[in-house]
């Protein structure tokens, strides 16, 4: 069995729907075959795409980091993830280390911006633009303010660098994007 990605569901004008992955997962339950993936997350696709185009900084662009971030850094690509599909503030926060995006955006637009960096602190906590973050007792503490990618990025430099990731349920307000 072969499959083109794994995605289980897919953004529409009306919601979330059924997305390839699902349908493999159908054939998989029904069958007991594992399917050979050519698309997200496997490198393959990705590494022959980039081939073509002569890239020479591939940079994957998507919304879901079990596919198009995982595919990126199984490829060794940077990835830019935007909040515009199924991933939310989160689920960031808490994705193990092979689903981290380098970069993160809250939209496209993040395309055109320069890219976002936290700097740590002498107090520990992390630094980006005018947000200070840092995890407490498995809680995320956020302060700051302007643009809020620039918050989630605190954020998540703070959850990934923490010794136990940040409790989701307890996530700022200020990241419900």
């Known amino acids: 069995m072969h499959g083109t990605n794994?995605?289980?569901?897919?953004p529409t004008q009306r919601g979330v729907a059924p997305g390839?992955?699902?349908l493999v997962a159908v054939v998989r339950a029904a069958t007991g075959a594992e399917p050979v993936v050519a698309g997200k997350p496997s490198a393959a696709l990705l590494r022959e795409?980039?081939?073509r185009a002569e890239a020479r900084r591939p940079l994957m662009v998507g919304d879901s980091l079990d596919t198009d971030v995982q595919g990126a850094r199984r490829a060794g690509y940077d990835s830019l993830l935007v909040l515009t599909g199924r991933t939310g503030p989160a689920d960031l926060l808490t994705a193990p280390?092979?689903?981290?995006p380098t970069h993160v955006g809250r939209d496209l637009r993040a395309l055109c911006a320069p890219p976002l960096a936290a700097g740590r602190q002498a107090d520990g906590s992390w630094r980006c633009q005018g947000w200070h973050a840092r995890?407490?007792?498995e809680e995320l503490l956020l302060t700051g303010r302007g643009d809020l990618g620039a918050g989630l990025w605190a954020a998540c430099t703070a959850a990934w660098s923490a010794p136990a990731p940040p409790d989701?349920?307890?996530a700022?307000?200020?990241l419900d994007l």
Not at 6 to 10: E, G, P, V
Not at 97 to 100: I, N, T
């Open 6 to 10: 794994t995605d289980l569901t897919a």
């Open 20 to 22: 390839n992955g699902a």
């Open 97 to 100: 280390p092979h689903r981290r």
């Open 172 to 174: 700022p307000a200020a």
């Open 168 to 170: 989701p349920a307890r």
């Open 135 to 137: 995890v407490e007792d």
């Open 49 to 51: 795409a980039a081939e």
